[in-house]
């Protein structure tokens, strides 16, 4: 079992940088790949980044080449995305996720993740 909580997530303005963490608990971190999804009301849930059990790795959507950044320490087993540049169409409910999948392509799929956190909300205003 492994146990997901994010923060940092909050409203801010339309411009500003905003770092979410995911702390995570339970088995060894660096078993895992971690994502980052997220959900706007009336929406499905969208894959926004991952990264592989080592960091070596990472993954985006389209939508968040050149503003997203994600990261891991495993020594803190911690994931963290950095989003710059912040616009309110990134207002949305952010969760982070683990997967058994170590790396890959397989990582942009949520059906290949085991555990989910609660979400944190993200607010952009203009």
């Known amino acids: 079992q492994v146990q997901l909580v994010e923060s940092g997530g909050g409203l801010v303005q339309a411009g500003g940088p905003l770092r979410l963490s995911c702390a995570a608990s339970?088995?060894?971190?660096?078993?895992?790949?971690m994502g980052w999804f997220r959900q706007a009301p009336g929406k499905e849930r969208e894959f926004v980044a991952a990264i592989s059990w080592n960091g070596r790795t990472t993954y985006y959507a389209d939508s968040a080449k050149g503003r997203f950044t994600i990261s891991r320490d495993n020594a803190k087993i911690t994931v963290y995305l950095q989003i710059n540049s912040l616009k309110p169409a990134d207002t949305a409910a952010y969760y982070c996720?683990?997967?058994?999948?170590?790396?890959?392509?397989?990582?942009?799929?949520?059906?290949?993740?085991?555990?989910w956190g609660q979400g944190t909300q993200v607010t952009v205003s203009s």
């Open positions: 996720a683990a997967s058994r999948m170590l790396a890959g392509t397989v990582l942009l799929n949520p059906n290949h993740y085991t555990y």
């Open positions: 339970g088995r060894t971190f660096s078993n895992y790949g």
